[in-house]
């Protein structure tokens, strides 16, 4: 039983490793379409003062690619100014 609940207790903390891991996969696809980097995304938007989580930007990433680019803009501008 304590094996177990060791092992539960493992999965719980990998889960959450895991899907961050996938967020970034999909934002990093999502910005090379528009010819950026995901840490240059990121820093991008930190200096434009978005405050969206890795989950929320996958999910526009995957279901709202309009949006997703005007992120990228909004990013790139920050970075360049």
Not at 10 to 18: A, M, S, T
Request: glycine letters at 4%; zero cysteines; proline letters at 1%.
């Amino acid at each position: 039983m304590d094996r177990t609940g060791n092992f539960a207790y493992v999965g719980r903390k990998r889960k959450k490793r895991d899907f961050r891991r996938l967020w970034i996969v999909r934002i990093n696809a999502a910005a090379r379409t528009h010819d950026m980097s995901y840490s240059q995304f990121m820093a991008g938007l930190k200096r434009a003062s978005v405050e969206l989580d890795r989950k929320s930007l996958a999910d526009i990433a995957a279901r709202d690619p309009q949006a997703f680019g005007a992120l990228v803009q909004s990013a790139r501008t920050a970075l360049s100014a």
